[in-house]
């Protein structure tokens, strides 16, 4: 079974930081993705999407560094739904992407001419999912099904 996400797009807002009792990192931000299509009279429209992002620990702590509203990056992680009770009594569903890295996809100051820098994807390194060496079984088959 695979539960993955991969959005490409932008940031709504600066991430929001908090620490837990037990010192943990955890980090909010929303992502706003657009398609474009013609409507029946053939004219081009953009549908946007918001996505709200939830980064742990060292993710969310890097994220607070280097992420500003309206930056390009791409997240990949896993979805996540929860539940709530608002103040008002009402009982809300949330769609979580919980994220397991993400990458700027915004030219640096002073980096090369590119809009998708060289660097290495920040990655979560308490992820729980496993490497392409825990997925690959022993007869040589790499196929997930």
Do not use: C
Not at 8 to 18: H, K, M, S, T, V
Not at 32 to 40: C, F, G, I, L, V
Not at 84 to 98: C, I, K, L, P, S
């Amino acid at each position: 079974m695979i539960n993955k996400v991969t959005l490409i797009g932008n940031l709504g807002g600066d991430p929001e930081i908090r620490h837990l009792e037990n010192g943990a990192a955890v980090g909010r931000f929303s992502v706003a993705t657009n398609e474009s299509y013609k409507d029946k009279d053939g004219n081009w429209q953009t549908l946007t999407e918001w996505h709200n992002v939830v980064v742990w620990r060292e993710l969310a702590e890097r994220a607070e560094k280097q992420l500003k509203k309206g930056m390009m990056v791409y997240v990949e992680g896993k979805l996540s739904y929860r539940k709530y009770t608002g103040q008002d009594g009402v009982e809300r569903n949330v769609t979580d992407v919980v994220a397991n890295t993400y990458r700027l996809l915004e030219k640096r100051e002073g980096a090369a001419d590119s809009r998708f820098p060289a660097a290495e994807p920040v990655r979560n390194t308490e992820s729980t999912m496993p490497t392409t060496a825990d997925a690959t079984p022993a007869n040589g088959d790499d196929l997930p099904f």
